[in-house]
């Protein structure tokens, strides 16, 4: 049973297209963490959400922690060939000394 | 070192052989964490180090897997008696400290074929 869970699985867009993919639980979590990773490399961090439902915004993209700190989602606006890759939603639910686990994922293809 | 690195990148073995994955966290990380990622999948969580103990061994997926962590710095992933669905990308990452949101780095991986 997954913990998080990601959708869609896999987005495939042409280039210019907005988008929004969602990372949802049924657990409430002390802190939100979305990555990116790209074929043989490991998961880069793009941000960190700990407080409901704030909003932080890393150029295209925009990151939402739900209110009540059991969802998040990831909006890319424009998106580019650049943004492509597998965009992972991770959590931790404890405050502190507690392991981080991740979601299953959302394969994204943007098509020039 | 700049990041964390493992070694080897790739391991190819055959079934039933022991295999070691080492880890070497950014210099000064307290907290080291494994990984297990199937092809085009999320991260299956294995176990976590705080310093060098590990008080979360429970996503570790038999008993043919152990991990150590010595001096607080380098870990090694033992897969005893491998088999073929042992067959995976291990990653390692390390983090500054313990607090929930800590940013965590991630070495490349270590690609292992059972053959």
């Known amino acids: 049973t997954q913990l998080l869970e990601q959708s869609p699985q896999f987005l495939s867009i042409q280039e210019g297209e907005n988008l929004t993919v969602y990372c949802n639980s049924s657990s409430v979590f002390s802190s939100l963490q979305w990555y990116r990773q790209e074929p043989g490399e490991g998961p880069v961090l793009l941000v960190t959400?700990?407080?409901?439902?704030e909003v932080k915004k890393l150029k295209r993209l925009t990151f939402q922690f739900g209110d009540a700190r059991k969802d998040s989602s990831l909006h890319i606006t424009a998106a580019q060939p650049g943004d492509t890759g597998l965009y992972l939603c991770a959590g931790a639910r404890k405050t502190s000394y507690d392991k981080v686990i991740f979601g299953p994922g959302t394969s994204l293809s943007v098509i020039p | 070192g700049a990041g964390v690195s493992q070694s080897p990148s790739n391991k190819v073995t055959e079934k039933g052989k022991d295999v070691e994955l080492r880890c070497d966290p950014i210099?000064?990380?307290?907290?080291l964490y494994w990984y297990r990622q199937s092809l085009g999948q999320g991260l299956e969580f294995l176990i976590y180090f705080q310093g060098n103990s590990a008080p979360d061994k429970s996503g570790l997926p038999s008993d043919r897997f152990s991990a150590e962590r010595t001096g607080g710095s380098v870990s090694t992933l033992t897969i005893q008696r491998t088999q073929q669905e042992d067959s995976a990308v291990y990653l390692c990452?390390?983090?500054?400290?313990?607090?929930?949101?800590?940013?965590?780095?991630f070495g490349s991986g270590t690609q292992l074929s059972v053959l």
């Open positions: 210099s000064g990380h307290t907290a």
């Open positions: 959400v700990v407080t409901g439902g």
């Open positions: 990452a390390s983090s500054l400290g313990y607090r929930a949101g800590e940013k965590l780095f």
